[in-house]
């Protein structure tokens, strides 16, 4: 399934979608702003016009960025889904829906032994993820799943 296949059947790739559309806005009202500051003649103006040039940059690099991350996620949750590797999500939660701590942590070593015997495959490191996540370690998390899309693009599935 492609990202706008399940574009309007899933709220978070809507929500995604929607901010997408408001950055893009914002870049280029950025861009055509720092273009007139540009070729104003007055040197002080130029100069803003010049950083004012930079944010669309940078703010096209980290969309782009965290786009490619969301597909390639997806992409390895999938792979992980049909050999039905993925992680279950079995945790105990509480009244408010938020994963038990004790429980995550109870179950993080093995997802950690995991890793640790086979650090160059990327279905661990998708799984340490999952259970960083869970124990509430989001940092850690996105940078094992990191780890997991950089081993999966340059070993394939």
């Known amino acids: 399934m ?14 995604v979608a929607l ?4 950055l893009l806005f914002y870049l280029v009202v950025s861009a055509q ?9 007055e040197i002080p103006a130029k100069l803003m016009g010049a950083a004012y040039l930079v944010l669309p940059v940078v703010g096209a690099w980290a969309l782009i960025r965290e786009l ?11 792979i992980l889904a049909e050999e039905g590797r993925l992680p279950v999500d079995d945790l105990p939660r509480t ?3 938020r994963i038990v701590r004790a429980a995550a942590d109870a ?18 490191w998708f799984r340490l993820s999952c259970a960083y996540d ?24």
Do not use: C, H, I
């Open 2 to 15: 492609s990202f706008f296949s399940g574009l309007f059947s899933n709220r978070a790739k809507l929500g």
């Open 68 to 78: 490619t991350f969301g597909a390639r996620t997806e992409k390895m949750a999938s």
């Open 107 to 124: 179950q993080f070593p093995q997802y950690k032994a995991e890793t640790e015997a086979a650090p160059e495959d990327w279905r661990s």
């Open 19 to 22: 901010v997408t559309l408001l």
């Open 134 to 157: 869970a124990a509430g370690d989001r940092t850690r998390a996105r940078r094992a799943m990191r780890q997991a899309g950089k081993l999966f693009g340059s070993r394939g599935n």
């Open 95 to 97: 009244p408010g829906g």
């Open 33 to 41: 702003r720092g273009w007139l500051l540009l070729t104003s003649p």
